[in-house]
């Protein structure tokens, strides 16, 4: 190994040093739009929904999934829902950009964004916190 | 000089990383959406030259791509990327059309796409230009040969793709695809493969009794793809975030030499297995893949039979935005002659093996910005290009790198 190459290495341990940690949590529900006939959903089709496998509702309608991207609701949702770091959720989103295989949810920054959009959308599904929820979007159960 | 040279940029890339940066805004809605990446990494090795004169340290090793989506209805899409890169002196950052197709998706379960298109080898093969979607930087070598890159990078083609789920046995992805494939006139593989040629035309030239019929020299080498074909399937059992997939493809190229047809190169059928699993803040992914190939050039079969590769890798997140990669990767010249001594074929000094331990981190200053860092401690000589190495290689040698990205 070359030297200039160990100076490098060294100055990147020394920045990843100070790295900080998220240790987050909240209590995420789904949300649709209030018009929606659905009242829940098994954990799998949540999953393929936010993974862009499934992309239309029972009926045939295309869904229109928007991610939460508060830090903090994110972190929770891909923990408690699916399953993965936000990291993996990021990097799984991005390599579908990449890699042409297609287009990744609409991202939004808070919960009054992702209301308003599934408010105004037809078939639409996100995430919010629980204690954000209010008439203007109708919770889905995940059995 | 270098050092302080080398200390002085890579503090000004640490600098602008640490700037605040706004995540950037450009899914403009669910119509249109504008990303793109650029990266710039450094090189170096010691016993042996590595895709590039990296015994002296190198700095040509970026990518620059930029992507495009237009979605006109539910079923139909468009996009394309563009593609910028050089890693030696190969690229020469000229633009290239990275993929680029047309996407109609039936049902979940149905889709085709068309245009240039991603070839599906194994996990990770379709994102091999963006090293910032995975964990450490260069992809493990004995299943993504970075010097075949042309060869399975992407096809002009189609493919039928989709999703096909039940509730208690889980989901498949599949793809299915034919196309051919269009090689760039510099690539590595390109410039070594004619390099190799002069030097078996030379070394019949210096026989006692050479043969009669062989050119003395070529000027000029080419390749045509003929045909390629394959499918790729992912299986996500009812189970957290374990996938499995098997990926299987052919293909065959007529090689020529001064416009003259003097070969073939056919993958007879190059099958991978893959695995990956991720648990809390672990991710474990592990591939095995044989490739039986055939060459022959002027008449003479140059190597037919598989090969072996398999590799593990062990990635551990300690918090969101750092990571430590652990891999081990094999790859075997001959699947059934693993003759473990080294052994001289002609006048360049090689093994037929390649080991390769790797250690590798990650830190993601934000969602834009990945810095890594990686080295490499390598047993054989296999994969390397006598190209890169004209005065033969080293047995034991060593690779390191270090990137930054930045993607939108």
């Known amino acids: 190994m070359r030297k200039p190459l160990k100076t490098i290495m060294l100055l990147l341990l020394l920045m990843l040093y100070g790295a900080p940690v998220s240790c987050l949590a909240a209590e995420i529900i789904l949300v649709v739009n209030p018009g929606s006939t659905l009242t829940g959903i098994t954990w799998r089709a949540a999953e393929r929904i936010f993974l862009s496998k499934k992309t239309e509702w029972s009926q045939g309608e295309h869904i229109h999934v928007v991610v939460n991207n508060n830090p903090e609701v994110y972190a929770s949702f891909c923990r408690e829902i699916l399953k993965k770091t936000p990291q993996q959720y990021l990097l799984y989103r991005k390599k579908m950009l990449f890699n042409g295989s297609g287009i990744p949810p609409l991202v939004m920054n808070s919960d009054q964004e992702v209301k308003a959009f599934v408010a105004a959308t037809k078939d639409a599904i996100g995430f919010i916190r629980k204690d954000s929820l209010d008439p203007s979007v109708k919770q889905l159960v995940i059995r | 000089m270098r050092l302080k040279k080398m200390t002085t940029i890579f503090s000004a890339l640490l600098a602008l990383l640490l700037l605040p940066m706004p995540l950037a805004a450009y899914d403009l809605n669910e119509k249109i959406q504008l990303h793109g990446f650029a990266s710039q990494g450094y090189l170096d090795s010691a016993g042996n030259n590595f895709l590039s004169d990296s015994l002296d340290g190198t700095f040509a090793f970026n990518e620059i791509g930029l992507n495009l989506n237009l979605r006109f209805n539910d079923q139909l899409r468009f996009g394309g990327q563009i593609l910028s890169r050089k890693m030696g002196s190969y690229g020469d950052n000229s633009i290239r059309l990275d993929w680029g197709l047309a996407d109609y998706r039936f049902q979940d379960w149905a889709g085709i796409r068309a245009g240039k298109v991603k070839i599906p080898l194994g996990l990770y093969n379709t994102e091999r230009d963006s090293d910032f979607l995975r964990p450490m930087i260069f992809l493990p070598q004995s299943i993504y ?10 096809h ?33 593989y390109h410039d070594s493969t004619l390099d190799n040629i002069n030097r078996r035309l030379a070394d019949n030239l210096a026989d006692p009794n050479p043969d009669p019929l062989l050119p003395p020299h070529i000027n000029q080498c080419d390749r045509d793809n003929d045909y390629l074909y394959g499918a790729n ?35 007879n059928s190059y099958f991978v297995l893959s695995l990956e699993y991720a648990w809390r803040n672990l991710l474990l992914s592990a591939e095995y893949g044989e490739n039986d190939r055939t060459q022959t050039l002027y008449d003479v079969t140059t190597f037919d039979g598989p090969n072996q590769a398999w590799y593990v890798m062990l990635t551990y997140s300690a918090t969101d935005r750092l990571s430590f990669s652990v891999l081990y990767d094999e790859y075997w010249k001959e699947k059934y002659n693993k003759d473990d001594t080294i052994h001289a074929s002609g006048r360049y000094n090689s093994t037929p093996w390649r080991k390769d331990w790797g250690f590798g981190l990650r830190y993601d200053v934000n969602e834009n910005w990945t810095v890594k860092g990686e080295w490499h401690m390598v047993d054989g000589s296999a994969l390397l290009l006598e190209f890169f190495n004209p005065e033969g290689t080293e047995r034991y040698w060593q690779y390191g790198v270090v990137k930054a990205s930045f993607n939108f």
């Open chain 2, 145 to 154: 040969d970075e010097t075949r890159r042309d060869t399975w990078l992407a």
């Open chain 2, 156 to 188: 002009w083609g189609g493919e039928l793709y989709g999703n096909v789920a039940r509730e208690a046995f889980g989901d498949f992805d599949y793809k299915l695809f034919y196309g051919r494939i269009k090689y760039e006139g510099d690539s590595v």
């Open chain 2, 233 to 267: 399937l992912i299986y996500s059992p009812p189970m957290e975030n374990l996938r499995l997939g098997i990926s299987y493809v052919s293909q065959q190229d007529t090689t020529y030499a001064d416009n003259e047809k003097i070969g073939e190169y056919k993958t």
